[in-house]
């Protein structure tokens, strides 16, 4: 990971870049965010960073406002502590909370379709810090002026786990007059760290102890603890220890996390991606003039999770998932290509191959790259591979379209579970599950 410490942005260097204090239990730790390597690079470590967002035409909320939100966020830090059995729990990017003054009044964002607010509201506040959805290091929390129109709410900004910054979205009033405040806040953060919702992996959201269900006797009171308060449900500690950027520490040991006689969902649920108002879509747009063969699609290859090359008894077919994974048709010279667009420019030093399935099927026996700079496709690197899932190196080169050539063995037809790339140690645009959770 690139650790350079220098501020890039003046705004945020006294209120997020210089190092925090946070309490995390009864230890004192100090926190500090790097600053983003580059517009496309995703953040080492992703943060809980509290924002006032007043519209144009509307009045900073009150000191005690601002004193009672960090109070409720140092005490859902607290708790997600405690529900991690002590492991980890999230850190605060700042010691108060950012007034951002809007540049629409509030008539403006109450116009916008229900799911639009908090793209507009977000890309308002990336573009005030100068970042971008790609390189964000920070989970917002956005405290709106009036909450009447929307329910409070929460997601990741790229969807999956592990993939950048996220929001939460409450109203400013809720501070004074929402005695549950503080359970909501616990479960929209859980949205905004990547969780879905208990039902979607089949549990009664009414029944079910967990943060993300709705379980009445869950709910705080003011800054009171429920007397039956909420947990988290082994797959919800699952898929926060996948999200390392914001739980660096945490482990999900399924010896300890696992009741005895518990069935555990196979696989992470994850959240969709953001729309965009404004700004690039975390999209890549992939293309292919090789066919797609067996349901497949060649835009499986990025952005989906990238599943093993495991081969099974049951029969050689079984492990092929055409939702994740793209299959040639025959080719004739025993080359196929697949054209990669990426929503901003990016720079590469590696790339990861992930061809084959079932241990058997249609590996990739080399890779030409090429980049395109002043309207062209150059040649950038043309290696052998020798592995079904093999890094290879390339020297550093940037562009926004690239072509990918594979070369496929005596069967004539490519099999790719997955590409990836990376940023000197860095992973840009990383499988919505991470990688390492299908590796073995
Ligand atoms: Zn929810």
């Not at 000191?63 to 607290?78: D, F, S, V």
Request: charged content about 20%.
């Amino acid at each position: 990971m690139e650790t350079r410490t220098i501020p890039l942005l003046s705004k945020l260097v006294a209120l997020a870049l210089l190092p925090v204090c946070v309490c995390a239990a009864a230890d004192q730790v100090v926190e500090k965010v790097d600053r983003p390597a580059a517009s496309f690079v995703p953040p080492d470590r992703v943060v809980v960073f509290p924002v006032f967002f007043v519209a144009s035409d509307q009045t900073r909320p009150s000191k005690e406002q601002a004193a009672k939100l960090m109070r409720h966020l140092r005490w859902a830090q607290q708790w997600y502590h405690e529900a991690l059995s002590g492991r980890d729990t999230f850190a605060l990017g700042a010691d108060r909370p950012y007034y951002y003054q809007a540049k629409q009044p509030l008539a403006h964002y109450s116009s916008l379709a229900p799911g639009m607010r908090a793209p507009e509201q977000v890309e308002e506040l990336l573009d005030h810090f100068e970042l971008t959805r790609f390189n964000c290091p920070f989970v917002f929390v956005i405290l709106v002026d009036r909450l009447q129109e929307r329910p409070a709410g929460g997601r990741t900004i790229n969807g999956g786990l592990n993939t950048g910054g996220g929001l939460v979205q409450m109203g400013t009033p809720q501070l004074d007059h929402d005695p549950g405040f503080q359970s909501t806040l616990r479960h929209e953060l859980g949205h905004a760290f990547g969780l879905v919702h208990s039902d979607v992996y089949g549990y009664d959201l009414k029944t079910t102890p967990s943060m993300m269900a709705y379980h009445e006797p869950f709910k705080t009171k003011g800054f009171e603890e429920s007397a039956t308060p909420a947990q988290f449900i082994p797959e919800d500690i699952r898929a926060l220890a996948l999200n390392h950027r914001v739980f660096g520490k945490l482990r999900f040991d399924p010896a300890k996390d696992v009741p005895a006689g518990y069935t555990l969902a196979p696989r992470p649920i994850v959240l969709g991606v953001m729309p965009a108002v404004h700004h690039p879509d975390y999209a890549i747009k992939v293309t292919t003039t090789s066919g797609e063969l067996l349901g497949s699609r060649a835009a499986n290859v990025v952005l989906t999770p990238i599943r093993p090359n495991r081969p099974d008894h049951r029969g050689p077919r079984r492990n092929y998932d055409p939702g994740s994974m793209w299959a040639s048709a025959n080719l004739p010279d025993g080359w196929a290509t697949l054209d990669v667009q990426f929503p901003l420019e990016v720079t590469l030093t590696r790339i990861g191959v992930h061809s084959q399935h079932s241990g058997t099927v249609n590996a990739a026996h080399a890779i030409g790259i090429l980049a395109e700079k002043d309207g062209k496709l150059k040649p950038v690197v043309a290696r052998k591979l020798t592995s079904a899932d093999q890094w290879v190196q390339l020297p550093k080169t940037s562009a926004t379209r690239w072509q990918f050539r594979f070369q496929a063995g005596p069967s004539r037809k490519i099999l790719l579970r997955g590409l990836r790339f990376c940023y000197n140690n860095t992973e840009l645009f990383p499988p919505p599950i991470p990688y390492e959770f299908d590796a073995d």
